[in-house]
């Protein structure tokens, strides 16, 4: 089945925007506004929250892991039940409830500290707690840019939402460590609550209608039977199911290479912190190069060719990583900063790729729920990663670790592109 045919089988857009692009869909550029803010602030707090219980609390590796995990386990505990959530409601008032609870519940940690009553299990709580609406948002998210765009348009807005995403992992950092220094860490964390609640006011302005969710006849379903029905529509489609598999297994050895590069960079080759903050950084900026390249990759090689060039792409560039020399010299650092940029670019193109053909292709009614499949199984082999990533580090030693890692990608990467399914589209 080509590209164009899986295109056709998703319906009309419910926008109907004009054919001159995104830039000129005043209700796009509000969700893309407001994404975009939302998301500075977001990687404030991801520096903020930690910062603030070792400065503040004088927390210890043990205590900081647990705040780390309370950050995540919300992905495994609630993503299913958040796509049949998704599914059963409108999306925007969603969203614009999850950017509320957020800033909400954020604004806990200022005012905690400033009452003197703030703790680590404080923390984790309210970790938790954003973790718990950011994935439903997530979700939602996915969901409900079909409704606002048409899919002639969903590489394109898909592309500038992963750009603004981009853009905030580089910026975003630099921006908390500033923010922190100057206003203290728990003062930043109200930099994110106002850009929750800026992109709950975009989401507000929204005028494009949504069509409210399909209703079955009788009797709702239990929560049990759609999110089946969920995993059955993933599970089910070879398509689909190449693709989650595939994403699976990237996730999974790219939290080894997470794992091991800072052992990699600072005990092997030396880099220092900062050096290996700016190798790091780099690969957002990949990946903002890929998300302004795959509209134009997806013209010219389809849907289908373009996200497996991006995955291709990604992996390949994990070979130049165990390359580089020792002792900082300017071709170590040559190597390595081209792998994460070219990694960057091509898991930019992949995930473009991806969402807009899930986006699709997948019935409006069952979105939701399909979102939310992919996302908790190439989450929840994340954790798995980072054991396998010390272990490995451990036995053979960091570089001979990642050594291994990419060569297990770049094998992955070469069977996902002779899947008969990845390239059909």
């Known amino acids: ?228 029905a969920g995993l059955r529509m993933t599970l089910n489609s070879r398509l689909l199911r190449v693709i989650m598999v595939h994403a699976s297994l990237y996730n999974l050895l790219w939290d080894v290479v997470l794992v091991v590069f800072p052992l990699y960079g600072i005990r092997v080759l030396h880099l220092g912190p900062a050096g290996l903050g700016v190798i790091i950084a780099a690969g957002s900026i990949g990946a903002f190069g890929g998300a302004l390249s795959a509209g134009r990759l997806g013209e010219r090689l389809g849907t289908g060719r373009a996200m497996v060039f991006g995955m291709l792409v990604a992996s390949a560039a994990t070979l130049l990583l165990p390359l580089a020399p020792g002792s900082g010299s300017t071709t170590g650092q040559v190597l390595l900063g081209a792998g994460y940029v070219l990694n960057g670019f091509g898991i930019a193109v992949f995930n473009i790729h991806s969402i807009t053909l899930r986006q699709a292709t997948v019935p409006p009614e069952l979105i939701g729920r399909v979102s939310a499949t992919f996302r908790f199984l190439t989450w929840a082999v994340i954790p798995l990663g980072g054991l396998l990533g010390g272990l490995l580090a451990a036995a053979a030693g960091p570089r001979t670790a990642l050594a291994l890692t990419a060569g297990g990608l770049t094998a992955a990467a070469l069977a996902f592109l002779c899947s008969r399914s990845a390239m059909r589209s």
């Open 1 to 228: 089945m080509t590209s164009a045919e899986l295109l056709d089988r998703a319906g009309p857009g419910a926008s109907g925007e004009p054919p001159r692009g995104l830039w000129h869909h005043r209700d796009f550029r509000r969700l893309w506004a407001g994404q975009t803010v939302s998301l500075l602030g977001s990687r404030v707090t991801e520096l903020a929250l930690p910062v603030t219980a070792i400065v503040l609390l004088d927390a210890g590796p043990a205590q900081l892991g647990l705040l780390n995990s309370a950050q995540y386990l919300p992905v495994l505990c609630v993503t299913l039940f958040a796509g049949v959530l998704a599914d059963r409601v409108r999306r925007r008032p969603l969203l614009i409830a999850a950017n509320l609870g957020r800033a909400a519940i954020l604004t806990a940690v200022p005012l905690l500290a400033w009452l003197g009553g703030l703790g680590v299990w404080a923390l984790c709580a309210v970790a938790f707690a954003t973790g718990v609406l950011t994935a439903l948002f997530d979700v939602a998210y996915q969901a409900y840019v079909p409704s606002l765009v048409a899919k002639e348009r969903l590489v394109e807005g898909n592309s500038k939402l992963q750009a603004s995403r981009s853009v905030a992992e580089t910026a975003g950092q630099g921006l908390g460590g500033t923010l922190i220094q100057v206003l203290t860490a728990p003062v930043a964390i109200l930099v994110d609550c106002l850009g929750y609640l800026f992109s709950a006011a975009m989401l507000l302005r929204i005028r494009t209608p949504e069509e409210p969710p399909a209703r079955a006849e009788g009797t709702r379903p239990s929560v049990r039977r759609e999110i089946v």
